[in-house]
């Protein structure tokens, strides 16, 4: 059970509106219960699975929505970084003085958040197309260039 008793703000409103898949929800809130005070979690993705009941693509999904959403921060693999307004923090100084240092493009009390959360996402899921794009014509340059192969081989006899 966690000690810690301060958080810079109360973002269940916030995080309503963002309308994570439930996956994330499920990682935010139990990362959020192991962090250590200002946010610190030190968890490998298999390990965060077992304790949701979930796979690993579904990890890397859930997780890879907390990063769109910028709650959540890879610092390095099984080392992560909850948002300074919603990590936990000993005392209410701590927890302020984590938020008047962060970024301002990290504060969630941005007018602007959930829509650039939204135009993450849309960003993100264009990247994806574009790849699978690139994927599927290299494919078929691949294939076709079997084919010619094929077609320019002659028989010996």
């Known amino acids: 059970m966690s000690t810690l008793k301060w958080a810079a703000t109360n973002a269940d409103s916030l995080l309503a509106d963002l309308d994570l898949p439930p996956a994330a929800y499920r990682a935010l809130l139990k990362l959020r219960a192991r962090s250590e005070p200002g946010g610190r ?6 390990t965060l699975g077992e304790l949701i009941g979930l796979s690993r693509p579904s990890v890397n999904a859930a997780l ?6 910028r709650l959540v921060k890879k610092v390095r693999n099984g080392v992560y970084q909850i948002n300074p307004m919603l990590a936990g923090y000993t005392s209410p100084e701590d927890a302020l003085s984590a938020v008047k240092a962060m970024p301002k493009a990290d504060r969630l009390d941005s007018k602007s958040y959930v829509a650039n959360y939204h135009k993450a996402v849309a960003a ?3 990247q994806l197309a574009e790849q699978r ?4 014509a ?7 260039a079997a084919a010619k192969r094929r077609g320019s081989l002659h028989a010996v006899g």
């Open 133 to 136: 794009k690139k994927r599927a």
């Open 138 to 144: 290299a494919a078929a340059a691949k294939k076709v």
């Open 124 to 126: 993100y899921q264009d």
């Open 41 to 46: 979690i030190a968890m490998d993705q298999a």
């Open 64 to 69: 890879r929505e907390l990063e769109l959403a």
